[in-house]
């Protein structure tokens, strides 16, 4: 059975720091690409950052220089670093995993940036 565990959200100040993790279990990890996901009130789900098998990175504009994505083989984990964070970053955020045959999500993490 596959499992992605998401811990590390909460509520932060403007201009504050969070880690998010997210732990697999049930894949063989390293083979997929692990990505963070987040979702505005009313909006759809949209691309964060993105680390593939090899370690290359991909983000979205708003949130270079101020998100960091990494992976731990293995422990199985892809953490997203958030610094910086600002109001608007506020959603819930979600990580997943995906292989050319078959995708994977979390359970979802609250994200709230608020004074």
């Known amino acids: 059975q596959v499992q992605l565990v998401e811990s590390g959200g909460g509520l932060v100040q403007p201009g504050g720091s969070l880690r998010l993790s997210c732990a697999a279990s049930g894949i063989i990890f390293s083979t997929y690409v692990a990505g963070w996901y987040r979702q505005f009130p009313g909006k759809q789900r949209e691309l964060v950052a993105l680390?593939?098998?090899?370690?290359?990175?991909k983000y979205v504009d708003s949130v270079k220089g101020r998100f960091t994505i990494s992976r731990d083989n293995a422990k199985n984990t892809v953490y997203l670093r958030m610094n910086s964070l600002k109001p608007e970053d506020t959603a819930v955020y979600y990580c997943?995993?995906?292989?050319?045959?078959?995708?994977?999500w979390g359970q979802g993490t609250q994200v709230t940036v608020s004074s």
């Open positions: 997943k995993v995906t292989s050319p045959a078959v995708e994977y």
């Open positions: 680390v593939y098998s090899g370690g290359s990175t």
